[in-house]
């Protein structure tokens, strides 16, 4: 039973437990995920983790990820398994082989079902780290990760002849993977590193039924249809050039249209919530980058150049530290804020070769990005207006949409990885915010001592803040620790499109470090200096990432306020196009955005030609629309009726206004 607890004594096996249980991946102990095979250490008490569970389903792919290894090497003893971890809609494995053909990839999808029917126990094996070595000595990538990551000892996992070097948990035997399926096939390189070795990356996924694989692969099928490039490339929206332009997509009219849309609809939500509109540059010089802490982080994934005066820029990756000089620019007071300052700002990020597609993945795109300066006790204030203007703007362009909130934070066992304050051991001193990895030792400001600890207060306070206003606005939230943002804690909020993709979207950010590191300051009631919070908030995400749910969910027939063509007439012959001018010319004055085919086709010919653009309308003209003044209205569903111009006008203004999702105008 999903949720239930067991008690067990210490060398007991768990597998006593559910050994008719098929649906049990593994138990958990607190947070601590055991093997079914395991025997407990101590008197405990565990709860199944069920195959349809969100971590049995990992458990599950990541075995199945495992039997993707092993089918390969029985085909292809050459082959050298390099990785292979579970994702959230499958799991891959990189392997350094040939890329292996379609027929290839059905062998060895084939050979994984042959393995899985087998029913081959899979059986952790605990080892030194010598003894560990001698096994994967022929595996350098396994050697190398062995060397890395093992002090004493570490598992692996055998099935059969196939042993792989893991921590696991994974399923008992083989035979929870029969519902199993190849998708693709993808190139990489070890580690991600471009100097390292190319590896094979085959993509899988895997269920705990045959029913859901196929809810799955149905789903896919009709991802494909409204994959946004197809959608993109139909409605002429967006063009997309390797060779020019690789990772840098260009918005053709159709979409730049839908891309203002969005812009307006925000900047009003923006302007009702006083955020106040900016624009920075696209560059600055790198010692802003180095202030920021954004160039210790993100060097590898900046567009860098050094000018001939040896000045040396950065494009930016955020836009937050322009913000920041915007604020810096005038002395403040603690009457003035929140100062919110907003930009829809363009920011660029060096994606591999191999990884940018689409808008997805681009190396250019555009944040709806907001910066709140906030004295400390308006944090959790300011936090709840933002989760409010996100339902709101879900809710309007998505409808009944399902939102999922994840607390980003720290990991306490990696704070160089975080801009954060050290305290000296030996004098007591509190440093400035600093990062471990930058060059050279932490040294104490007061005394010079090296002995430094990590500092936690103020992350520990935003994460707190955070919390409350996810606690005070009945939101339910699941905590991740090292997901956070290198200046602070972060609410990521996932929305799921309809066809059940889960899409991260918004986030809200809190930051005391960089106020800090650049000196910002307002003045407080009682006259002394105080340095803000400053808040970093994004609701659609980026422009591109939001535009490209929206898009795929709707299949390309958006609502008809972000509809491109809003109205497409089409004339029955030559003798009604002059009308149909007329009409279209009406619609515009009106802000109506209409298109007109004169064209010498049929009226099923248009129509039919029509639909690629996916226009909200199709207003037909003939004779007794011409006689009559009137337009007859067709809408997505093959409704119909016949309107005068004023009517056609309203109705039309009127679903645009109210930003209304379903079709109104044919009923």
């Known amino acids: 039973m999903p949720g239930k607890t ?24 607190g947070k601590i995920l055991h093997d079914l095979g395991d025997a407990a250490e101590h008197n405990m008490e565990i709860t199944p983790v069920l195959t349809t569970s969100e971590e049995g389903l990992k458990i599950l792919r990541h075995s199945a990820a495992h039997l993707l290894a092993n089918a390969v090497t029985e085909l292809y003893p050459s082959a050298i398994p390099s990785s292979g971890p579970p994702t959230e809609e499958g799991f891959y494995y990189d392997i350094e082989m040939q890329p292996p053909s379609e027929n290839e990839v059905e062998n060895i999808e084939k050979k994984m079902k042959e393995i899985a029917e087998k029913s081959i126990p899979i059986v952790k094996e605990k080892h030194s780290k010598a003894e560990l070595e001698k096994m994967f000595l022929r595996n350098r990538f396994k050697l190398e990760n062995i060397r890395e990551s093992v002090e004493k000892e570490s598992t692996v996992y055998r099935q059969g002849p196939y042993v792989d070097f893991c921590r696991g948990p994974h399923v008992p035997d083989t035979s929870y993977l029969k519902n199993i399926k190849l998708l693709n096939v993808a190139s990489t390189n070890y580690k991600g590193d471009i100097n390292r070795e190319r590896l094979v990356r085959i993509y899988g996924t895997a269920f705990p039924d045959s029913k859901s694989l196929k ?24 063009v997309f050039n390797s060779e020019r332009a690789p990772g840098l997509p260009l918005y053709a009219p159709n979409g730049a249209i839908i891309r203002n849309e969005l812009i307006s609809f925000m900047r009003k939500l923006n302007d009702e919530d006083d955020w106040t509109e900016v624009s920075t540059p696209h560059l600055f010089r790198d010692v802003m980058w180095k202030q920021s802490g954004h160039y210790a982080k993100y060097k590898d994934d900046m567009f860098l150049f050094t000018l001939a005066d040896g000045d040396s820029y950065a494009l930016k990756p955020m836009n937050c530290p322009g913000h920041i000089m915007i604020y810096e620019s005038q002395p403040h007071s603690y009457r003035d804020l929140p100062v919110r300052i907003s930009e829809f700002g363009t920011v660029y990020r060096y994606e591999k070769s191999g990884e940018v597609g689409g808008l997805t993945r681009p190396r250019i795109f555009t944040v709806d990005d907001g910066h709140a300066f906030v004295a400390a006790s308006s944090i959790d204030r300011e936090i709840k207006k933002i989760l409010a203007v996100m339902e709101k703007t879900y809710k309007t362009i998505l409808g009944d949409v399902q939102a999922t909130y994840d607390l980003s934070l720290i990991d306490r066992n990696k704070p160089e990885s975080y801009l954060m304050e050290y305290r000296c051991r030996k004098c007591g001193t509190l440093n400035e915010a600093k990062r471990a990895t930058a060059t050279g030792p932490l040294t104490c400001r007061e005394c010079g001592s090296e002995d430094m600890e990590p500092d936690f207060t103020l992350w520990d306070s935003a994460s707190n803040q955070l919390r409350i206003a996810l606690d005070e606005n009945n939101i339910r939230y699941k905590e991740y620790e090292g997901e956070a943002a290198f200046y602070g804690p972060k609410i990521d909020v996932h929305v799921k499109d ?78 009604h196009n002059e009308y149909g001018h007329e009409l279209r010319k009406i619609l515009k004055k009106h802000g109506i955005r209409a298109t007109l085919d004169s064209s010498f086709e049929t009226v099923s010919k248009k129509i039919k030609l029509s639909l690629r653009y996916r226009p909200a309308y199709i207003l037909v003209i003939g004779d007794n629309e011409v006689q009559n003044r009137l337009a007859t209205a067709r809408d997505r569903s093959n409704r119909q009726k016949t309107f005068s111009e004023k009517e056609l006008v309203e109705k039309m203004l009127e679903e645009i206004r109210e930003r209304r999702i379903d079709q109104g105008l044919c009923l």
């Open 215 to 238: 809810q799955y692969l149905a789903m896919r099928e009709e991802a494909a249809k409204r994959d946004h490039r197809k959608l993109g490339s139909e409605m002429e929206l967006f």
């Open 498 to 575: 309809a066809l059940g993709r889960s899409w991260q979207l918004a986030t809200i950010q809190i930051d005391f470090f960089m106020p800090s590191s650049f000196g910002l300051s307002f003045m407080n009631a009682e006259g002394k200096k105080e340095t803000p919070i400053m808040i970093h908030r994004a609701v659609y995400g980026s422009i591109e990432r939001f535009l490209v749910m929206a898009l795929e969910s709707y299949g390309g027939k958006l609502p008809l306020w972000l509809s491109p063509i809003q109205a497409q007439i089409i004339t029955v012959s030559e003798k």
């Open 6 to 29: 067991f008690a067990v004594n210490r060398g007991q096996k768990f597998a006593d437990l559910f050994k008719d249980r098929k649906d049990v991946a593994a138990v958990m102990e």
